[in-house]
Nanobody
Framework: VQLQASGGGLVQAGGSLRLACAAS????????MGWFRQSPGKEREFVAG????????VYANSVKDRFTISRDYAKTTVYLQMISLKPEDTAVYYC???????????????????WGQGTLVTVSS
């Protein structure tokens, strides 16, 4: 499985960005897809996740009501729509996937087997 994340960039506080994660190779229709982020000096943290079978979603409290995870079934692509961005959202964003559609694993890095290369989001104040 290969994951290609894109869509990062520089945006002012209050602005919006949409990240995309394109999956190729063997994809998992019944697994999990997630977005994580990592800032310098900090551990990788969960942002949003989706259980592909059923479409159940989970969000970190810090992004709830501002970020939305969605998928394009035809393109095997998962998106992260981000609005009302804040400087503290600045990080490298990673997408990840797992063939196991375990709901309780959505929010932890260890619940994922494949990772994309990351895309940098910078929010200026």
């Amino acid at each position: 499985v290969q994951l290609q994340a894109s869509g990062g960039g520089l945006v002012q506080a209050g602005g919006s960005l949409r990240l995309a994660c394109a999956a190729s190779g063997r994809t998992f229709s019944g697994g999990n897809m997630g977005w994580f982020r990592q800032s310098p000096g900090k551990e990788r943290e969960f942002v949003a996740g989706m259980r592909l079978s059923g479409g159940h979603t989970v969000y970190a409290n810090s992004v709830k009501d501002r970020f939305t995870i969605s998928r394009d079934y035809a393109k095997t692509t998962v998106y992260l729509q981000m609005i009302s961005l804040k400087p503290e959202d600045t990080a490298v964003y990673y997408c990840a996937t797992s063939p196991r559609g375990i709901y309780s694993s959505l929010g932890v890095p260890s619940g994922y087997d494949y990772w994309g290369q990351g895309t940098l989001v910078t929010v200026s104040s």
